[in-house]
């Protein structure tokens, strides 16, 4: 195959571009060009060397060497050339030559290899003279074996062979040989030992895809063979490294056409672009190309992924090299740096790059009624200000409850219905520092015509064993007063003090699951009774007559003519455990919770909670939601408290309570939410969710059940 004379001139007029730019500017940055050489490489490869028109690649690659001169080449793209020159000299049939230039390859990158489909025949001998005699990948143990009486334990010397090379390989640490000649050996006889050779070398190559199906077949053919402690081992590996694989998203800009995206020269199919993808650790070539209005892009740039981390990568498409600065923020990035550190090292520090800032501001009108006549009407707003790079962040919100009741308790006491309003400002921030840690505190308030309650806490939280596991702990105290509408605070006033303890533990089990425990302690002081809830009184002999919702009329038929004051113990002691788990599959997330609660009144509970959210596009998730919740009642709540009349007066029980959520009852919700997010950046969003919300009261008066309503509207924006 000839090619068109327009290729070499245009490898040329690059060539020597790049090399007037280098010589131009004598202080040129260290391996500025490393990405124009791959291309070039690429173009090399991919064109005159698969056509066999050697004599054609080995002039332009001797011409594309005047791209590195002046250091502007890293030695392992100057390596990578000097490869490609001897693989054409080799297969033009000048071993001596190719030789030597592959020993200059191999000392300016002794980690340096042939390129793959190129590694066999006479590049493979120049390959194996130039290394010394040092064992090299694609199985090479079979080309050197020279046959041989078979070892005592063994049915193929070869096979043997192969092995002992491999181990050779493993304590020199040259893995990709390790695994390469453990392959060829279980190829040859297939034995437990080779196999558990080849699975570890393959992880210590950063392999990991690979050696996660090694481990497994070994761990199966272990367990067939009875050998179930190896099998065990096995299993129990490829189950780390799975939970530790990391994965990368790549987006891609929405007014890109014919985008195609290259991972190591892998092609990337387009519907896998935006979603989390595993990936092995280490380096890896991510290229892409497309066009804009006819106009061609290009996107290049080498990543370093470590193992448990998670990492997005925006296809920034540019028509030509990007500037400088970038090119060495990008660079900065691929060696591993935070963006904190990349955006400091720049001149001036980080003033010229990406907004630090990150605004999100939103709002929401929710709304209550249920069946006992309650209405709520809730608006609210909420901001948050988060610095990215400098590990900080700032929030407050505002919420307003309109509460309107003629709840049948209530009405059965005569009072008539009611509306107030609660205001609900709180404030939050939380800073990071030594890298691994961050200090979160808040402070809320909440205002009614006859209650104040103040809090404010602190949470600690640190980041261990690679973010995998992070546990905190934190305090919050509240100080609420209880008083009267309509009433002077200072006539009439009861006060509450709490004090809450909360420790816990995320857990980052898989790449895509995430697990919490959760403990929460208070210790509550001060009488929460309702200075408004009157409790019904019945003689022994009428006790036994009213049951569970009896109704007004009834129960004021039976009833004695006191009404004390509900009346609570003045001290309570909280206990709390939940466990939470996340999961996030390739277009949905479930997200469970498990709450079990009990505390020194003797109330004992369990509640759980599941949402799926599924993504149905890009801009369109929903999900259904439900909740089951189910309680014990207090010690000393009772459905009807007995007077007794004594010759010395009255006796009422010291502690009694009309309050319908310290009995005995079964919740049940469920509901469905939507959000659609838009803009050019999708950085807008509208939702809703609504709840039905069902509760039977199982030993209460007045009420058998009630059945409830809830809704949201809400809007959100995010910006820098």
Known sequence: MKLPLAYPLRLLAVTTALGLSVVASPASAAGENDSSVRQILRDIYDAEIASESYLAALENLQVATVVC?????????????????????????????????????????AKAKLRKGYDKGDVLDAWQKAAGGKSVPSGGCRKRYEGGKTPAGWA???????????????????????????????????????????????????????????????????????????GGKASTRAAYLQRRMPSIVLQAPEDVQDLQVEIDGESIAADALGSEMSIDPGAHDIIAKGTRDGLPLGFEQSVKLEAGRSMTLLLTMTPGNPDEKTRSLLKCLAEGKTAAECLDAQPGGGSGGPSDLKWTVGSEVAGYHDTMSVDVVSPSVHGNMEHVTGGWGLGASFLVDVVTAASVDIVA???????????????????KFAEDWDIAAYANVSKEPDYLATSFGAVGSVELSDKMIVPSLGYEFSYDINARAHTSWSTFNTKIARHAITAGVGLVLTKATFGSINTTTVVETGDTSKPYRHIPMFSAENAPLVGKGTVVDTVNLYRE??????????????????????????????RVSERLYADSWGVKATTTDARFMWDVLKELTIWPHGRLHAQTGASFYQLAYVVER?????SIPAIRTGDREL???????????????????????????????????????????????FGALGFDAEFE
């Open 561 to 590: 003519p006191e009404r004390p004051l509900e009346q609570l113990p003045k001290s309570r002691k909280r206990f709390a455990v939940s466990f939470g788990l996340n999961h996030r599959f390739a277009s949905s997330t479930l």
């Open 69 to 109: 001169e002046g250091g502007a080449c890293s030695k392992q793209i100057e390596a990578e050339l000097l490869i490609a020159i001897g693989t054409v000299q080799a297969l033009l049939g000048d071993t001596e030559n190719a030789s030597a230039t592959f020993k200059d390859a191999l000392n300016l990158d």
């Open 156 to 230: 193929n010397g070869e096979a043997q062979f192969c092995y002992a090379s491999a181990r050779e390989a493993q304590k020199s640490e040259d893995y990709a040989v390790c695994h390469e000649d453990a392959a060829a050996s279980v190829e040859l006889e297939d034995r437990l030992g080779t196999r558990d050779l080849l699975a570890r070398c393959l992880e210590a190559d950063d392999k990991w895809s690979r050696a996660i199906d090694a481990y497994r077949e070994l761990s199966e053919l272990a367990k067939e063979k009875g050998q179930f402690t190896l």
């Open 646 to 650: 004594t010759a010395d007066g009255i």
């Open 663 to 709: 009995g005995p009852l079964v919740g049940l919700t469920g509901g469905a939410g939507a959000r659609y997010a838009f803009g050019a950046e999708r950085n807008l969003g509208v939702s809703f969710n609504g709840d039905i919300i069902y509760t039977l009261f199982l030993n209460h008066l007045f009420v058998k059940q009630r059945l409830g309503y």
């Open 413 to 431: 006491t005569a009072s008539p219905r009611w509306q107030e309003v609660r205001y609900a400002p709180a404030l939050n921030g939380h800073v």
